[in-house]
């Protein structure tokens, strides 16, 4: 499966949402939940189906300000292809 | 440190429509009227969302053999956990599959015990293998997380790639490739189930295959039998670390398998609370920590990483529970588990029959090969 283009819209698989406690957020999908911390959290909040991955990255890399803006999009898109190979994701 | 439980699995009962030779249950069943009542799982439910659980497994038996599934389902989503559904499939309609995602289900796993029906009804015990087909199209049709459990052993192993491919069509998000593990029923027929090293690197091979030509559709996850792996499994996640299991009376294990262990008193969740349980209780405290263990455990670097293996399988294997676990290829009694597999690969006879036999024909063919589970009082 190929990363995710500008017009993608990633979001949460089927079964897979949000649990977990308000100070510690995780993802909870089949037999497993995956904590989430800063940027991971971030990331995956905005993954709602709505905004496309062109909109997260830009989103994002107004809050990273000063971090290289390529690395940003590079960075975030490994990590959703990592999701969409456990099936935590689609795009 | 003691960390908090992550799942509660709630062996909601152990009636079961199927008869699987495989079966990891308990020789000694739960009888039906021991069963715990709703009431009593709802707040389970609630206790196990305070200790901090996230997960709840629904199996049994035959969970769906509870007419109040519905309703134990829906209280475990209020209560704040991710729902499995851990299912045979049998008793499951489409209304009545309707009714439990309205309920907030939001995973189902179903078994498959073959791609082919003759062979899959044989080992089932049971004719189910169409109506699991039929389920999982109309599971298809819902918004829920779909896996498919696929159990393999020496009787179905030499066709896995056949087996893979029927399950694609079935179009799960996930499949198990679940080795029938060596606990209750299965043990028992543990002669019958056991692969040989051939047919287990074949395995290996395949399913390499296939998770490369699904990577990004299907997620497939596999573990390699522990009675041909080096060091053993770190099995629950080790004890009183990960999980507890309540059975269908109440009685609160820290894994399927623990009530074969001599002289340790199980407590029941109508007499204690759960976290008094888990925090406190002898039994989920007995092989915590490292002072219980033996050498060479004692003193290995893999101690924190797979715990010296399963105290089940050391008790039902050397007789001594706290023992290293003979998988270990460091255990003193690491010979009990070479001489099984010796066995297993001097014979290389299988016993399905050529061509397409029928149930009936299997069953007839091979009556001295196994047990049939059976179901309780």
């Known amino acids: 499966m190929a990363p995710p283009q500008d017009s993608s819209q990633p979001r949460l698989a089927a079964g897979c949402r949000w649990g977990g406690s308000e100070i510690s957020r995780v993802v909870l999908y089949p037999e497993g939940a995956l904590k989430l911390q800063g940027t991971g959290q971030q990331v995956l909040e905005r993954c709602d189906g709505q905004r496309t991955f062109g909109e997260i990255i830009a989103e994002l890399q107004n809050e990273f300000g000063t971090t290289d803006p390529v690395k940003i999009r590079d960075d975030i898109s490994k990590f959703l292809e990592q999701l969409q190979h456990k099936r935590i994701i689609d795009y | ?377």
């Open chain 2, 1 to 377: 440190m003691v960390p908090n439980p992550l799942a509660l699995i709630a062996e909601v009962t152990h009636r079961c429509p199927l008869h699987c030779v495989y079966c990891s249950n308990p020789l000694q069943l739960a009888s039906a009227t021991s069963e715990l009542s709703t009431e009593e799982w709802v707040s389970i439910f609630q206790q196990a969302s305070k200790l901090g659980m996230l997960h709840a497994h629904f199996t049994g038996g035959e969970p769906l053999a509870r007419q109040d599934l519905t309703e134990l389902i829906a209280s475990a989503r209020a209560a704040g956990l991710y729902t499995n559904l851990i299912t045979s499939g049998i008793g499951l309609v489409e209304p009545r599959l309707q009714a439990l995602v309205a309920a907030g289900l939001d995973h189902i796993q179903v078994s498959f015990q073959d791609s082919r029906e003759g062979p899959a009804n044989w080992i089932a015990g049971a004719k189910a293998h169409t109506h699991k087909i039929e389920l999982s199209h109309a599971i298809r049709r819902h918004k829920v997380a779909f896996t498919v459990n696929l159990v393999v052993h020496r009787q179905n192993l030499d066709h896995l790639d056949e087996m893979i491919a029927f399950i694609e069509q079935l179009n799960p998000e996930r499949v198990e490739i679940a080795h029938a593990q060596y606990y209750g029923w299965a043990l028992k027929n543990r002669a019958a189930l056991m692969p040989t090293r051939a047919q287990l690197e074949r395995a290996v091979e395949v399913v390499t295959a296939a998770e490369k030509r699904l990577a990004g559709r299907i997620r497939i996850d596999s573990v390699v039998p522990d009675y041909y792996a080096k060091y053993p499994k770190a099995c629950m996640g080790g004890w009183g670390r990960r999980l507890m299991l309540i059975n269908p009376a109440g009685k609160v294990l820290p894994c399927h398998a623990a009530e074969v262990i001599p002289g340790l008193e199980f407590e029941n969740v109508r007499e204690k609370t759960l976290a008094w349980i888990w925090w406190e209780s002898a039994s989920f405290r007995r092989f915590r920590g490292e002072d219980w263990m033996p050498e060479p455990c004692r003193s290995c670097d893999r101690r924190a990483e797979d715990f010296g293996g399963c105290r089940c399988q050391a008790l039902l294997l050397t007789g001594d529970a706290g023992a290293t676990d003979p998988a270990c290829s460091l255990a003193p009694k690491h010979h009990l588990v070479e001489a099984a597999a010796l066995a297993a690969n001097e014979d290389l006879v299988i016993a399905e029959p050529a061509g397409a036999p029928s149930f009936v024909q299997l069953q007839r063919e091979t009556a001295e090969l196994w047990q049939y589970r059976t179901n309780p009082e």
